[in-house]
């Protein structure tokens, strides 16, 4: 047989019919890591770094200045930076453990358990992973004040947890599992609760590390709950702090509105500190993501949609 | 107590509570309130099709800019992007695992940056005096005689949003059909090369595309769903909602300008509307265009 020549999928070793692959992804993760890159550095950019002109792109002189200027501004305001953090890290570690548990249980319900109506409700969550929620931001706000929720912890955890995409991609994961496992449970007694404590959970940790992630990062980032459901200053989260920071001290290139603010705050040290804010906010993803990644990459194997 | 939970019920209630209670009753809501004049004090009034009529034939700024703006965005990004996944996907799924990872790791990140992380990034890019690394780069080398003003100008603001977008379009979809590519089986591509398959083109179009098929589909998915999410970028590159002359106002800026800064409700609920049956349709029409069911 002649030597394949074709598509090798997975290779364990460079070889070089490798390399044209190698000079697309170089440049290309190039483009798109640089700016990547770019977070850390602006970050830790002394003032005379950040201005300079022609402007450099490595940092020459690292210093921390900017992260004390972005905590220090905050207890300006009246709440301190360590306020906001706290608020973020309780908002983002409920909401990660509920939404594993509420997605995981239902997906559990989905995958393996025989009820009517279970078709329909598997089709509505798939119609539901087209749902994009800044498009119904108004009758969500009407909603959660009907229901009492404003300005409280809740509000920024509750409205996140029931996430399509995690029901999906659990629930895809869950059906891979043998039914003899789950059979010869129940012979021995085990409920159907039993059965997905015991025996589904721990072997669906791929699955549940990709639900962390995903909830991690919509949590994390969200902007919307600290600033339309909670008015109460001290109970807001980083990413309404960095909000009215940007909007504060204007970020560079801004003008009119928001360049007339500027001129009230100091610009140098603005964006000294929108960068450090930048990099709060990003790296905590990113980290999740590189310890989680390859679990991850094996969830997605079963996401298709059938 | 565990022993004895067997009922659907145990597994469900708490989902479709909160599902029921901020997707389902939202949208339902967003599509009552389409009928009704609504500015938040008094209580609403219902109007029949009057916002929608509104829409098409009265608002010029949706009319001329808006939806223009949000086609040309979705049609642009939607489908480079996700072509854009795939193929980098593909390329990936050939090279070893170390560098792989690596590779996956950088194209993913853009993705996990949002909101505030990206505007500061690209503000800085794009930013409109010499300290804008763009605008210092092309002054340097003599090509321009003094800085863009990129962000505010209406010529430049929807060709830099279409950029940042497609800077962060390797998402979660990309990260599944670059699962769904490993997954193939390698045995497939060595038969068909016997059978009388002769490139890679037809590679991927007879084997590959087929064979993850699911995965395509779920990527899809996402790719329409992040594109229209992402939109928001144009305001917060620009640091104003209206964008400069409306040059980068998409729908979902368009619901946040009437709903939240005038107040029209109502009005803001029908754009809505419109927009979640767009999402909608594209998603379908992309579904079938892969060819869902074969």
């Known amino acids: ?306 | 107590m565990i022993k004895r939970m067997n009922h659907p019920a145990w597994f469900f209630t708490p989902y479709v509570l909160l599902f029921s209670m901020f997707i389902v009753i939202p949208v339902l809501m967003a599509i009552g309130l389409s009928f009704t004049y609504f500015n938040t004090i008094e209580t609403p009034e219902y109007i029949g099709l009057r916002n929608y009529i509104e829409l098409f034939t009265r608002d010029e700024v949706f009319m001329q800019h808006v939806l223009p703006n949000t086609v040309k965005f979705a049609f642009i990004v939607g489908p480079v992007g996700y072509m854009l996944s795939f193929l980098l996907a593909w390329m990936l799924a050939q090279i070893p695992h170390r560098p792989r990872t690596i590779f996956a790791i950088i194209l993913y990140s853009p993705s996990m940056t949002a909101g505030i992380a990206m505007a500061v990034l690209w503000r800085v890019v794009f930013s409109g005096d010499q300290t804008g690394y763009l605008n210092a780069m092309m002054l340097n080398w003599g090509l321009i005689q003094e800085p863009i003003q990129f962000l505010t100008s209406p010529n430049y603001l929807m060709n830099i949003m279409i950029i940042v977008s497609l800077w962060s379009s390797m998402g979660v979809g990309f990260l599944a059909m670059l699962a769904g590519i490993l997954n193939i089986d390698q045995y497939l591509y060595e038969a068909a090369y016997m059978d009388g398959m002769k490139n890679r083109w037809q590679e991927i179009f007879y084997i590959t595309i087929p064979s993850m098929k699911p995965q395509m589909l779920f990527g899809a998915v996402m790719a329409v769903v992040a594109t229209f999410t992402v939109g928001y970028i144009g305001v917060q590159l620009s640091g104003a909602n209206p964008t400069p002359q409306y040059a980068g106002q998409l729908m979902v800026n368009h619901i946040e300008d009437f709903g939240f800064i005038r107040f029209l409700m109502g009005y803001a609920s029908a754009v809505s509307v419109l927009l979640l049956i767009i999402i909608y349709t594209i998603s379908k029409g992309t579904f079938s265009l892969l060819g869902e069911r074969d």
């Open chain 1, 1 to 306: 047989m002649a030597k394949f020549s074709g598509m090798k999928i997975n290779p364990k070793r460079y070889h070089r019919s490798q390399l044209k692959f190698f000079l697309f992804l170089i440049p290309m993760s190039m483009f798109i890591g640089l700016p990547i890159l770019f977070i850390f550095s602006h970050a830790f950019k002394p003032s005379n770094e950040l201005y300079a002109f022609p402007p450099r792109f490595l940092v020459r002189v690292p210093t921390l200045q900017n992260f004390i200027d972005l905590v220090n501004f905050a207890g300006d305001g009246g709440v301190p930076f360590s306020r906001y953090l706290f608020n973020s890290v309780v908002v983002a570690v409920l909401g990660v453990f509920l939404s594993i548990m509420v997605t995981t249980l239902a997906a559990y319900g989905l995958s393996k358990l025989k009820f009517r109506g279970r078709k329909v409700m598997f089709e509505i969550n798939t119609l539901a992973l087209m749902f994009v929620p800044i498009a119904v931001t108004i009758p969500r706000y009407i909603t959660i004040a009907r229901l009492g929720l404003i300005d409280t912890y809740w509000v920024l955890v509750l409205p996140l947890i029931a996430l399509p995409v995690g029901l999906f991609l659990v629930k895809q994961f869950i059906d891979q599992t043998p039914n003899e496992l789950i059979e010869s449970a129940k012979i021995d007694g085990a409920s159907e609760m039993e059965v997905f404590l015991k025996i589904i959970f721990p072997i669906i940790a791929p699955a549940v590390a990709t639900v962390a992630i995903l909830s991690f990062q919509i949590i994390w980032n969200d902007p919307v709950g600290p600033n339309l459901y909670i008015d109460d200053e001290s109970m807001k989260t980083l990413p309404f702090y960095f909000q009215t920071l940007a909007a504060q001290v204007g970020g560079p290139g801004a003008t009119g509105g928001a360049g007339g603010a500027a001129a009230q705050g100091n610009p140098v040290a603005g964006q000294g500190m929108l960068a450090a804010a930048s990099m709060i906010q990003f790296v905590p993803n990113l980290l999740l993501f590189i310890f989680l990644q390859s679990k991850v990459i094996n969830t997605m194997a079963h996401s298709g949609i059938k």
